[in-house]
Structure formats: C-alpha cells, structure tokens
C-alpha cells in the first residue's frame, strides 16, 4: 500500500530534550516537506527536499533540523524542544514532474507535546 | 498580509445547498493551486487540482482566476459527509507551499 509513515504519531516531552520524529514514504517521491499545524494559522511549511542531499528551508524553520540521506525518509530534529514547537506535525511526499510537484499526500500526523 | 487567504466560516448548510470558497493568494508568480479537504484533525487529502481552465469533479467544481488572483471551489448539493475543512494550497513556486487557514463547512440534515 502506497502510503506515508510518521512515527512517533504522538508524543509528550519536556523542554530541551532533543528528539527525532521520523518519515518515512514507499511512493519514491522525490518531494518531501514537513508542516505544523497550529489553531487559527493552518498548516505552514517547516522545511522541504526536493531530492536526497537537498532540503531548504519553509517559512517556519527556526528551532528545526531535517536530513535527506535516503530518497524514501526525511527525518524532523528537534535539537533542543521548547513549548512553543507544541503542535500537530504533518509530513507529507510528492512526485515530481512536468516542472513542478503535484499532489502531497499526508503522513497521519505527529501530536507533540512539550511541557 | 497573509499569503494565502481563506474566509475561515464557519459556512451551515443545509443538505442539497450549493456553497462557494473563495481563497486569494498574493504572490502572482504562484504556479500551481489545489483544494484539500481536512476531517477532524487528521491529514489534508487531495480534493481537486486548480487548473486555468476551470475542472470539475463530481459535485466539485474549481476555478481559477489569475488576473485577480483568487481560486473558488463551488460544491453542489451538499452531502453530511462533505462537513470538513476545506484548504487552499498554493505552490509559490521555488518548491515553497503556502496553505490557507482554511475554511470549515458544516452541513445539517
């Protein structure tokens, strides 16, 4: 089955803890992108790849590290958590082609919470 | 100025009402546009592309309208299940995503 895998899906922390919530896609996407969620703000754009070894930056970045070793996983960092990353986090992959990605599908979400 | 702007509703609507989404979005270099529906919390799934044409889908109807940057979904005879949250997403090209707030629609029996 085509899908998208987060783990943990969810998870209690307490500041500066560092911890990894991982992603995982067997689509062979090449675009993939993590967002939070936050009530009344949508979803906004943590940090994007558009291939192995290639990632930039959304535009809610700071406090967040991401790698893109392997086409299939693009792991989220949290090198030191604080209560303000408390939120509702959402990975999702894409294909690539014809110039630009196409339809996102949506890993089923992280729900972090940092005390 | 937010990038992507969506009436946040809440819209109630009968069964079998026709309702109407407008979302506006900012940068004019935007390349690509979709509609999402979110249930309850859970992940954003794929409604309808946007093309320049206008498509249909179903009960589904999106149209998009670059000169005054704004794209609209238009559903007909509403269904209990089409409660959800309806997401405007925009590629602001440069690979970068921009969604909506998003805008809630409740249908009553």
């Known amino acids: 089955e085509a899908q998208v895998t987060q783990n943990p899906r969810y998870l209690i922390t307490v500041t500066g803890k560092k911890l990894t919530v991982t992603c995982s896609q067997n689509m062979n996407h090449e675009y993939m992108s993590w967002y939070r969620q936050d009530p009344g703000l949508g979803l906004r754009q943590i940090y994007y790849s558009m291939n192995v070894e290639v990632t930039d930056k959304g535009d809610v970045p700071e406090g967040y590290k991401v790698s893109r070793k392997e086409k299939r996983n693009f792991p989220l960092i949290l090198e030191s958590p604080s209560p303000n990353q408390t939120s509702l986090y959402f990975c999702?992959?894409?294909?690539?082609?014809?110039?630009?990605?196409?339809?996102?599908?949506f890993g089923p979400g992280t729900r972090l919470t940092v005390l | 100025r937010k990038e992507v702007e969506q009436d946040p509703g809440p819209f109630n609507v009968p069964e079998g009402a026709t309702v109407a989404f407008n979302c506006t979005y900012s940068?004019?270099?935007?390349?690509?546009f979709f509609w999402y529906r979110q249930d309850c919390r859970k992940e954003p799934k794929l409604l309808m592309s946007v093309y320049s044409s206008g498509n249909e889908d179903g009960r589904f109807t999106a149209q998009l309208n670059r000169a005054s940057q704004y794209i609209s979904l238009l559903i007909r005879d509403s269904k209990l299940s089409d409660s959800a949250t309806y997401l405007c997403?925009?590629?602001?090209?440069?690979?970068?995503?921009?969604f909506g707030a998003g805008t809630r629609l409740f249908v009553k029996a």
């Open positions: 997403v925009v590629n602001t090209g440069g690979f970068k995503t921009i």
């Open positions: 940068n004019s270099a935007s390349q690509s």
């Open positions: 999702a992959s894409s294909p690539f082609f014809g110039g630009t990605y196409n339809e996102q599908f």
